[in-house]
Nanobody
Framework: QVQLVESGGGWVQAGGSLRLSCAAS????????MAWFRQAPGKEREFVAG????????IYADSVKGRFTISRDALKNMVSLTMNSLKPEDTAVYSC???????????????WGQGTQVTVSS
């Protein structure tokens, strides 16, 4: 049974930082591309960042480029999202996902976590 479990969400003031983690189990972690998505109230889920199975390549949404960094730890079967210079518009539920290839569309991903809330106050 595949499980993706996110942690690290919370409340932070604008300009602050948070680090999200996603622990993966039940799958061959090193075979999967990983990504972070987010969904704000009343909005569609949107791509935030993705990383290839090898960790050699990453892609980011324009809205977070230069502020967020995605990384993965093959030994711990974890993927992380370091978020700096947070803005109120970053407020959302953040979910990690696993798929065959790194891509922006949600349809590219087979497995999803439940998500963790990030709230950024102004």
């Amino acid at each position: 049974q595949v499980q993706l479990v996110e942690s690290g969400g919370g409340w932070v003031q604008a300009g602050g930082s948070l680090r999200l983690s996603c622990a993966a189990s039940g799958l061959m972690f090193n075979k999967y591309a990983m990504a972070w998505f987010r969904q704000a109230p009343g909005k569609e889920r949107e791509f935030v960042a993705g990383i290839t199975s090898t960790g050699r390549s990453t892609i980011y949404a324009d809205s977070v480029k230069g502020r967020f960094t995605i990384s993965r730890d093959a030994l711990k079967n974890m993927v992380s999202l370091t978020m700096n210079s947070l803005k109120p518009e970053d407020t959302a539920v953040y979910s990690c996902a696993a798929g065959d290839n790194v891509a922006r569309p949600t349809i590219a991903y087979n497995y999803w976590g439940q998500g963790t809330q990030v709230t950024v106050s102004s």
